[in-house]
């Protein structure tokens, strides 16, 4: 019986800690997330960035952690009465090679942005990995090419390839020259077998590519509504992508 009693106070206090750490969060603003550096990947909480109202649910901006994130390390955070400026790290992409924000992955990454010639670098969403390839979406605020329209400004759709450190808009790639050495998909392409219409949600999910924009949980800020942002039909975005689904799935291999 004592046993018992004990265990039921343990969980009242369980709660109740939990309650006010929930509450500290919030009072903070921040969320859980990771930072890794030079292959060490540290437990924190990053500062929520400028939060964008679509559709009646608060987005965190993805423009704005694509530069820069403000961390507090885990047990600072935790022990720490008073949370100070000193406590708080800013990491930009050159400072990192990866952070979490929540269930979201950034990755730094050096990328043309908005036609500029000139590369620079940031922190890129990961959509999908692969062993021979990884997805990104990259978001920009003043460009007038993407994919898709989103509260953040225009998204498009990048992709590392072999391990190049160039990327590949995905709807500016060529397949026939930039997989010329794969007769699988070229003989599809020379069928047309790619051309088959499919929704663009259809697509995505075909490939695992999330257009994620927040929290997936309970509380999502979801997933956007592809099919209303990028439509139907044959076009390069949706061949290219059917092209990659073969490529990243090892019928070239």
């Known amino acids: 019986m004592k046993n018992f009693f004990l265990l039921i106070c343990l969980a009242l206090f369980s709660n109740y800690s939990f309650g006010q750490f929930e509450s500290r969060m919030k009072e903070q603003k921040v969320v859980k997330g990771t930072v890794t550096v030079n292959g060490e990947t540290k437990e924190g909480y990053i500062s929520m960035p400028r939060m964008i109202s679509s559709d009646g649910k608060e987005l965190p901006c993805i423009t704005d952690l694509q530069e820069s994130f403000i961390f507090i390390d885990k047990t600072t955070f935790e022990t720490v009465e008073k949370i100070k400026g000193k406590d708080k790290v800013k990491y930009t992409a050159k400072d990192c090679e990866s952070f979490t924000y929540q269930d979201l992955v950034f990755e730094s990454r050096k990328i043309s942005l908005d036609l500029n010639p ?136």
């Open 118 to 253: 000139i590369p620079k670098t940031l922190f890129l969403l990961v959509q999908k990995k692969r062993d021979n390839a990884t997805f990104y979406s990259v978001f920009s605020a003043t460009s007038n090419v993407g994919n898709a329209t989103t509260p953040f400004g225009l998204a498009s759709f990048v992709v590392f390839i072999n391990g190049s450190d160039k990327a590949k808009y995905v709807d500016q790639i060529n397949p026939k020259k930039d997989f010329s050495n794969c007769s699988a998909i070229l003989s599809k392409l020379d069928n047309k077998e790619y051309d088959e219409i499919r929704t663009a949600e259809q697509n995505f999910d075909l490939m695992g590519i999330k257009m994620a924009t927040g929290d997936k949980g309970d509380s999502a800020d979801g997933a956007l509504d592809l099919d209303k942002l990028l439509g139907t039909g044959v076009d390069k975005l949706n061949r290219n992508l059917n092209v990659l689904d073969d490529y990243v799935n090892g019928k070239c291999e």
